[in-house]
């Protein structure tokens, strides 16, 4: 199992690729959907591997 600064890198490695493209395409609306799923997917990330 992967930690959660690992796996939170990906998850910034991906959506920062994913963002990046749809700025330089001027896709404003996709670029705010991925910023609130990157937020969303972070945070799940963090919870799933919270001592709760």
């Known amino acids: ?5 690992s ?3 990906e ?3 991906d ?3 994913r963002i990046n ?3 330089a395409e ?3 609306d996709l ?3 991925l910023s609130s799923e990157f ?4 945070l799940t990330a963090i919870l799933d591997r919270a001592d709760v």
């Not at 199992?1 to 600064?5: G, H």
């Not at 937020?39 to 972070?42: K, N, Q």
């Open 1 to 5: 199992m992967q930690d959660t600064t």
């Open 7 to 9: 796996i939170l890198s």
């Open 11 to 13: 998850l910034h490695n």
């Open 15 to 17: 959506y920062i690729g």
């Open 21 to 23: 493209a749809a700025v």
């Open 26 to 28: 001027d896709h404003d």
């Open 31 to 33: 670029i705010l959907s």
């Open 39 to 42: 937020t969303d997917a972070a």
